[in-house]
């Protein structure tokens, strides 16, 4: 089993829409969750991080973390065709004898129709 | 700030030959990573580093690769010798550990074909 998951798509919204991207992981230890926007031929890029349950809002972003189901997801409010790209969710299991176990999914791919 | 710079941008090898690659983490990050990203298996972590001291290298795929950090502004990945498989983007990334944070932030890659 990956330690993270996520559906690699490709999903399709249409301008104005709501893009909803979901990844789930499997160790419970998990304390950072992240996701990072990466455009074609190009670096990731950070744009959320969430560390409790609930919701975190940043502009059009929404990100949720349910830490029981152990799932995590963004929401897009309004998508623009300038959203189309890959998300990239990441978790972190920060242990303290070992440091950092850092795992990224495969991403999901996002295209936003005009 | 400049952010995390590497360099080359790209690199085109024979096999067989000895490649370097190199990284500046943002300043004052404590901590480096360096990941290699493929279509196939998408973003893999090689190796991070904590203070320049190597914590966890069992991502390196083989003894062909090696990574160092002489000090806090400077990190090196080589691939000695290179074949056609180690074809991919690799980037460097570099985070600051804090109490309730640990984001990453990525440099612009470095695309490497061996051929």
């Known amino acids: 089993q990956k330690e993270v998951e996520q559906n690699s798509g490709p999903l399709s919204v249409p301008e104005g829409a709501i893009a909803s991207l979901n990844c789930t992981y499997s160790?419970?230890?998990?304390?950072?969750f992240f996701w990072y926007r990466q455009y074609s031929g190009k670096s990731p890029e950070l744009i959320m991080s969430i560390y409790s349950n609930g919701d975190k809002e940043d502009g059009r972003f929404t990100a949720q973390l349910n830490k029981a189901s152990q799932y995590v997801s963004l929401l897009i409010r309004d998508s623009q065709p300038s959203d189309s790209a890959t998300y990239l969710c990441?978790?972190?299991?920060?242990?303290?004898?070992?440091?950092?176990?850092?795992?990224f999914g495969t991403g999901t791919s996002l295209t936003v129709i005009p | 700030d400049a952010g995390v710079i590497q360099s080359p941008r790209h690199e085109v090898t024979e096999m067989g030959q000895e490649v370097t690659l190199r990284c500046k983490p943002i300043s004052g990050h404590d901590y480096l990573f360096w990941y290699r990203q493929t279509m196939m298996r998408g973003l893999e972590l090689l190796i991070y580093?904590?203070?320049?001291?190597?914590?966890?290298d069992s991502g390196m795929p083989e003894d062909r690769f090696s990574a160092k950090m002489p000090n806090a502004s400077f990190s090196t990945l080589k691939i000695q010798p290179s074949e056609p498989r180690d074809s991919a983007v690799y980037f460097c990334a570099s985070s600051l550990w804090t109490s309730g944070s640990d984001e990453q932030f990525f440099g612009p890659g470095t695309r490497l074909t061996v051929l």
């Open positions: 580093f904590n203070n320049n001291v190597p914590i966890d």
């Open positions: 160790d419970r230890v998990s304390q950072s």
């Open positions: 990441a978790v972190n299991n920060f242990v303290t004898n070992t440091g950092n176990q850092f795992y």
